[in-house]
C-alpha cells in the first residue's frame, strides 16, 4: 500500500473497505472475549471505526481533521489520530 491519503470512504477502493472492515470485524470479536482495560478501550475504537467505514469520514485525524495515510489505517485500522497528533 502506498502513503496516499484518505480524505473520505471514496478515496478506498472496494477491496480495501472490505479488506480494512474483515480486519476490524476480527479484531472485535477477538476482543469480545477479553475482559481487561485496555481491551474494552479498544473495543470502542474498533466500533468507532466500524462506524466510521460505515457512514464516511473514516481516516480522518480526529484532533487536526486532516487525512491520514492510507498505510498507517492499513497497518492498524481502528487508529484515530495522524502520526503528527498521536
Not at 22 to 32: F, G, K, N, T, Y
Not at 36 to 55: F, N, P
Request: charged content about 30%.
Amino acid at each position: 500500500m502506498n502513503g496516499t491519503f484518505v480524505i473520505s470512504n471514496e478515496n478506498l477502493t472496494r477491496v480495501e473497505t472490505a479488506r480494512l472492515r474483515q480486519a476490524l470485524i476480527a479484531m472485535r470479536d477477538e476482543l469480545v472475549n477479553r475482559s481487561g482495560d485496555l481491551d474494552r478501550i479498544r473495543k470502542k475504537q474498533v466500533d468507532s471505526a466500524i462506524r466510521k467505514l460505515d457512514k464516511g469520514g473514516y481516516g480522518i485525524c480526529e484532533a487536526c481533521t486532516r487525512p491520514m495515510l492510507k498505510a498507517r489505517l492499513i497497518e492498524k485500522p481502528f487508529v484515530r489520530y495522524c502520526v503528527s497528533c498521536f
